[in-house]
């Protein structure tokens, strides 16, 4: 029985994604990809707030999704996976570093908090934006 080339080529991709990476090659990966994640939702968070589109409903997934983010931030950035558009200042002023991360779930904290309520969301979703902005002013190659 022949296997269809998708099918080869899926099989082929599969494999390739089940090779070991570095450790901290792995980890900035996955790092770059959560991060991406939290970009996602809160540019979809804001499409909502400024009327590009009308899914109200969904502002509450969003908000909650930004919340569990934050709550994982904090261990994303292990010694030994410096790297992608992480700045070194991650790793050589942790403790300011730790006090942004800090912000970040706060703000997110309450976003979620406010979204719950019936709140004004717009207010929390800049405090939130200042707080991403706080970190990726001083520890992110853009």
Known sequence: MRMSLSRSLSATALALLALPLGASEG??????????AVGGHTTALFDILTGKVGHTGHLAAHANAL??????????????????DALPGIWEDAEDFAERLSA???????????????????PA???LGQACKGCHDNYRAE
């Open 27 to 36: 980890a900035m990966e996955y790092r770059q990809h959560t991060m991406a």
């Open 67 to 84: 919340q569990a983010m934050s709550g994982i931030a904090g261990t994303l950035f292990p010694a030994g996976s410096e790297g992608g």
């Open 104 to 122: 970040f779930e706060a703000a997110a904290g309450n976003l979620s908090d406010v979204v719950a309520a019936g709140g004004e969301v717009m």
């Open 125 to 127: 979703a800049m405090q």
